[in-house]
Antibody
Framework: EVQLVESGAGLVQPGGSLRLSCAVS????????MSWVRQAPEKGLEWVSL???????YYADSVKGRFTISRDKSKNTLFLLMNSLRVEDTAVYYC?????????????????WGQGALVTVSS | DIQLTQSPSSLSASVGDRVTITCRAS??????LNWYQQKPGKAPKLLIY???NLDTGVPSRFTGSGSGTHFTFTISSLQPEDIATYFC?????????FGPGTKVDIK
């Protein structure tokens, strides 16, 4: 059974840092494309970051230079290190696996999701 | 960057009604459009990928169609458990984009 379980949620002051973890079971993190998606309170979904199986990483402009996505093969875990946090980063953060039909990235979708981790940035 | 718009932003319908949601893309995205259901306090769930393909285990009352810039998502007979917000999503040029969502509730 596939499971993604986030941890590391919490309250942090503006300018502070936080690291989210996403422990995965059911498939190897390093052999899949993985992402973080966030949702501000009462708002829509916003893609945050992507890591390819080969290790390449990509970010939304809103977090570029502040957030870092990474993974640990031995722990089968995905991470999101968030630095220089802003009030507008307050959101529920979801980790998700990126699936795609016929290995065509144009056809990418998020087929497995974690339960979400609430990050609150406030003084 | 490709933008996605959805209409309506919310709707109320009766149990058994047919419900249709529209998603429009700012550029031609062929058939590469996906739909998700999100219930309150829960993570989104993939329902449809490539505009019209049902994900595993998704009830057949959910259907999708469209290509290019115009897509539709339909619930053929609304059920109480379908109360949720529905999002469309596309991927292009290292950027994932979601529509703003359509909130569906029971009249």
């Amino acid at each position: 059974e596939v499971q993604l379980v986030e941890s590391g949620a919490g309250l942090v002051q503006p300018g502070g840092s936080l690291r989210l973890s996403c422990a995965v079971s059911g498939f190897p993190v390093t052999e899949n494309y993985m992402s973080w998606v966030r949702q501000a309170p009462e708002k829509g979904l916003e893609w945050v970051s992507l890591i390819f199986s080969a290790g390449g990483t990509y970010y939304a402009d809103s977090v570029k230079g502040r957030f870092t996505i990474s993974r640990d093969k031995s722990k089968n875990t995905l991470f999101l290190l968030m630095n220089s946090l802003r009030v507008e980063d307050t959101a529920v953060y979801y980790c998700a696996r990126v699936g795609m039909a016929a290995f065509d990235l144009r056809r990418a979708y998020f087929d497995f999701w974690g339960q979400g981790a609430l990050v609150t940035v406030s003084s | 960057d490709i933008q996605l718009t959805q209409s309506p932003s919310s709707l109320s319908a009766s149990v058994g009604d047919r419900v249709t949601i529209t998603c429009r893309a700012s550029q031609d995205i062929s058939k590469y459009l996906n739909w998700y259901q999100q219930k309150p306090g829960k993570a989104p769930k993939l329902l449809i990928y490539d505009a019209s393909n049902l994900d595993t285990g998704v009830p057949s009352r959910f259907t999708g169609s469209g290509s290019g810039t115009h897509f539709t998502f339909t619930i053929s007979s609304l059920q109480p458990e379908d109360i949720a917000t529905y999002f469309c999503q596309q991927y292009n040029n290292l950027l994932f984009t979601f529509g703003p969502g359509t909130k569906v509730d029971i009249k």
